[in-house]
């Protein structure tokens, strides 16, 4: 629900730069996106400015002063490394145009908070000299985190190659961590100093809303309610659960199943285009079962889902949550953990049931799920205390921070200006 402008504070002058690495997913810019839409929803007078390398960012919708500022793209192959979107520029190259234009914005900009989404230092250090910079000139920085990272010895392994450890104790103020306590501390078991730990905040789930306008978004014709959505998020790395669910619909019609909800699949913008196909091929064979490649405003389709079949990245949980619905996660394990962890975490309290990929040869396995997925209690059923709170909290830091370091310059106008 929108507030009313009787309601909403007011931080005039205060400007927030976001940094967003992205790569070929979706979950890194909206985060970022769904924080930025919130902090000016909340705070008159307040300007947000995002840094993506996402390709497809102009392809949503964004908010009254909240702008973005689009960098060159990389691509995270399935090893985990990175390579340039453009194949006529190395990865050297395209990461010291980034850095130039994250430091040069942020210059220009001049926040009064730094956000960095994950990353620490930016994608291969590219925001190292910019958190340096704005630490100088006293803008507040904070790092923000997902609920789960990576499991604790691959990310140990990880920040000590970077180097983390010295940029939290020396370029960060704060530390956000996007959940809840209940759903573990993505430093748990790491070598970090207390002073570090102590940086550190839970804020709970960023709640998701319904976009302002509906566009497009509405189900294909004849595609009735109720039905399950079936999102592989950005499609990059998620033909293989795509192909479980597909081949146990398509079980479903050889043995004349009722029971089963019809279905629509989302195959995400990155999925690569021979997948694609196939994949529509073989829905056009599936009386019940039509797809989709990708709509910016699915969170309309999610909310008129009976229920949901997805992978588990942070953006489509937080998605679940918010909208209250039932949900099936098929998490991958590789280059990350991070969805198994968290899928495993969260089916333990009842948010969520979960299927190891390790069984995706067994298509009975997925046809059970599926029809026993309309009867699972939604996630509201298990009353997680603090678990949706995490743009108040936000909020509330931003507040904090940012009216800390606009205040001194509103009493020196005022003292100039004399009684």
Excluded at 4 to 12: F, M
Excluded at 124 to 151: C, F, I, Y
Excluded at 171 to 187: A, H, Q, R, S
Aim: charged share 25%; net charge positive.
């Amino acid at each position: 629900m929108k507030r009313s402008d009787s309601t909403a504070g007011r931080l005039d002058g205060a400007r927030v730069l976001v940094y967003s690495h992205d790569s070929f997913g979706l979950g890194h810019l909206r985060r970022c996106r769904a924080i930025a839409h919130s902090l000016v929803e909340r705070y008159k007078g307040l300007s947000a400015l995002i840094l993506s390398g996402s390709p497809i960012i102009s392809s949503f919708d964004f908010r009254a002063r909240v702008d973005f500022v689009r960098i060159p793209g990389v691509i995270k192959l399935h090893n985990g490394k990175y390579t340039s979107l453009s194949r006529h520029i190395d990865l050297r190259q395209t990461l010291a145009m980034r850095a130039s234009i994250i430091h040069s914005t942020a210059s220009a900009f001049r926040p009064h908070l730094f956000l960095v989404d994950k990353e620490p230092l930016g994608l291969g250090g590219e925001a190292t000299d910019t958190l340096a910079m704005l630490k100088t000139q006293g803008a507040a920085t904070v790092l923000g985190m997902r609920d789960v990272m990576d499991d604790t010895g691959a990310l140990a392994r990880e920040w000590e190659e970077k180097r983390v450890a010295p940029a939290l104790r020396e370029l960060y103020d704060k530390l956000w961590v996007y959940g809840p306590p209940i759903m573990g501390n993505p430093m748990e078991g790491l070598a970090v100093l207390p002073a570090v730990r102590h940086k550190m905040t839970h804020t709970g789930y960023l709640r998701r809303q319904l976009p302002q306008s509906h566009g497009d978004s509405a189900p294909p014709a004849g595609m009735e309610q109720p039905f399950i959505l079936i999102t592989a998020g950005g499609g990059g790395d998620g033909a293989d659960m795509m192909d479980w669910a597909m081949r146990a619909y398509e079980l479903a019609q050889q043995r004349g199943e009722k029971k089963l909800l019809p279905a629509l699949a989302v195959l995400g913008p990155f999925m690569p285009p021979p997948a694609q196909r196939r994949f529509r091929e073989r829905a056009a064979r599936i009386a019940n079962l039509q797809t989709l490649t990708f709509d910016s405003r699915i969170e309309f389709l999610m909310a008129r889902a009976a229920g949901m079949v997805a992978m588990g990245g942070y953006n489509t949980f937080c998605e679940i949550l918010s909208l209250d619905k039932r949900a099936l996660l098929v998490p991958r394990t590789r280059p990350r953990r991070e969805q198994l962890i968290r899928a495993q975490r969260a089916q333990r309290l009842g948010l969520v049931t979960m299927l190891d990929e390790t069984e995706m040869r067994d298509t009975e396995q997925m046809l059970n799920a599926l029809l026993a997925l309309p009867a699972q209690p939604p996630p509201s059923r298990s009353a997680v205390a603090g678990l949706m709170s995490g743009l108040d909290v936000v909020n509330r830091e931003v507040k904090m921070m940012v009216g800390a370091r606009i205040r001194p310059k509103r009493s020196a106008q005022t003292a100039a200006a004399g009684p």
